[in-house]
């Protein structure tokens, strides 16, 4: 049987400190503790509780097992995250109850590797805040990035979805869709854009996000939305 090592135990925690860029007095913050705790912590003097470990690992970022296991290795598979970034932006119209009308919407969609796959974020532009969580499912001509809610104890559930064409490249635009519910869990689907760089919510995007005539007509017909996100050629110079 493998026996615990608590100095190792320790200096896995000190290099993931590091790693993040935090002081001892940051991580200890984040445990309500002080970074005298820490250091005993990543000298092997003391070992943290259950909590303390999750907090830990919640503000580090990382794995409960990598505390405990030198295999410290996460996968590079290009498969599990295909943007090569760690921040995409989403640009789409929203619908705001309180002035009745569509604008635009744009938020970050943070990009977080694991063990095994990608988690995700989607958080406010300007504050932030944490709305949605969830994992990032890819082949050669589709990402699907899956959302719910970011706490278990939200009032109501909350699932969406952002599919994303990156089979005509990642380095550009990329048209997508996004499939989502309202607050009284009425489903809907809006078009969308992801890009790898911050750039501004244009008018011109705005108008080209709009439902077409040329889909209103073919939705009469055959009474299906298909969305078009296969137009490299658009916004390119």
Same mark, same amino acid.
């Given at each position: 049987?493998?026996?615990?090592?608590?100095?190792?135990?320790?200096?896995?925690?000190? =290099?993931? +400190?590091?790693?993040?860029?935090?002081?001892?007095?940051?991580?200890?913050?984040?445990?309500?503790?002080?970074?005298?705790?820490?250091?005993?912590?990543?000298?092997?003097?003391?070992?943290?509780?259950?909590?303390?470990?999750?907090?830990?690992? +919640?503000?580090?970022?990382?794995?409960?097992?990598?505390?405990?296991?030198?295999?410290? $290795?996460?996968?590079?598979?290009?498969?599990?995250?295909?943007?090569?970034?760690?921040?995409?932006?989403?640009? /789409?119209?929203?619908? /705001?109850?309180?002035?009745?009308?569509?604008?635009?919407?744009?938020? =970050?969609?943070?990009?977080?590797? =694991?063990?095994?796959?990608?988690?995700?974020? !989607?958080? &406010?532009?300007?504050?932030? +805040?944490?709305?949605?969580?969830? $994992?990032?499912?890819?082949?050669?001509?589709?990402?699907?990035?899956?959302?719910?809610?970011?706490?278990?104890?939200?009032?109501?559930?909350?699932?969406?979805?952002?599919?994303?064409?990156?089979?005509?490249?990642?380095?550009?635009? !990329?048209?997508?869709?996004?499939?989502?519910?309202?607050? =009284?869990?009425?489903?809907?689907?809006?078009?969308?854009?992801?890009?790898?760089? &911050?750039?501004?919510?244009?008018?011109? !995007?705005?108008? &080209?996000?709009?439902?077409?005539? +040329?889909?209103?007509?073919?939705?009469?017909?055959?009474?299906?939305?298909?969305?078009?996100?296969?137009?490299?050629?658009?916004?390119?110079?």
């Amino acid at each position: 049987m493998a026996e615990f090592n608590k100095i190792e135990f320790g200096e896995r925690l000190k =290099k993931f +400190r590091k790693d993040k860029g935090l002081s001892q007095e940051n991580l200890a913050v984040a445990i309500g503790k002080n970074a005298t705790t820490i250091g005993r912590f990543e000298s092997g003097k003391l070992i943290p509780d259950a909590e303390q470990i999750f907090l830990l690992c +919640r503000e580090l970022e990382i794995e409960e097992y990598q505390l405990f296991s030198s295999n410290e $290795h996460i996968s590079n598979d290009e498969s599990l995250n295909p943007f090569g970034t760690k921040t995409l932006y989403i640009y /789409y119209n929203g619908y /705001y109850p309180t002035s009745k009308k569509f604008d635009k919407c744009k938020f =970050k969609i943070n990009i977080i590797p =694991k063990q095994n796959y990608c988690a995700i974020e !989607m958080v &406010d532009y300007k504050t932030n +805040r944490v709305y949605l969580t969830g $994992h990032i499912e890819t082949d050669n001509f589709m990402a699907f990035l899956k959302f719910n809610n970011y706490k278990p104890t939200s009032p109501r559930l909350e699932c969406s979805q952002v599919n994303v064409n990156i089979a005509n490249g990642i380095d550009r635009l !990329m048209r997508g869709v996004f499939f989502c519910t309202n607050g =009284k869990y009425e489903p809907s689907c809006r078009k969308c854009f992801i890009s790898k760089e &911050d750039i501004e919510f244009t008018d011109k !995007m705005f108008e &080209d996000l709009k439902i077409t005539e +040329r889909e209103f007509e073919d939705m009469n017909k055959i009474n299906i939305w298909y969305i078009d996100v296969e137009n490299k050629e658009d916004f390119e110079e």
